[in-house]
Nanobody, 121 residues
Framework: QVQLMESGGGLVQAGGSLRLACAAS????????VGWYRQAPGKQREMVAT???????NYANSVKGRFTISRDNGANSVYLQMNRLRPEDTAVYYC???????????????WGQGTQVTVSS
């Protein structure tokens, strides 16, 4: 069973920075994509940033130019550098890893337990 463990969340003032880290129990190079999602109170979980196994990044429009996703396959870790944080970035941030398949029943989606990010105005 794959385990993902996030760290690095906390309280920061608007305009500040945080760096989230996600450590995987197995090789992240075995996943088709890894990334970060977030869920604010009363809202649905949304994609923040993802990186494919070919290192192709994808960002939500709301974080483009402010957040950067990176991965270290040797350390089995994924990172999210968050700069120029805004109060609307406040949410629980979840690490995610995916294995894709032609047959949906073989797809796999793994989640960490989440880390709280709070941005004060």
């Amino acid at each position: 069973q794959v385990q993902l463990m996030e760290s690095g969340g906390g309280l920061v003032q608007a305009g500040g920075s945080l760096r989230l880290a996600c450590a995987a129990s197995g090789s992240i190079s075995s996943f088709d994509a890894v990334g970060w999602y977030r869920q604010a109170p009363g809202k649905q979980r949304e994609m923040v940033a993802t990186s494919t196994d070919q290192y192709v990044p994808n960002y939500a429009n709301s974080v483009k130019g402010r957040f950067t996703i990176s991965r270290d396959n040797g350390a089995n870790s994924v990172y999210l550098q968050m700069n120029r944080l805004r109060p609307e970035d406040t949410a629980v941030y979840y690490c995610n890893a995916q294995r894709w398949a032609l047959n949906p029943k073989y797809e796999r989606n793994y989640w960490g337990q989440g880390t709280q990010v709070t941005v004060s105005s």
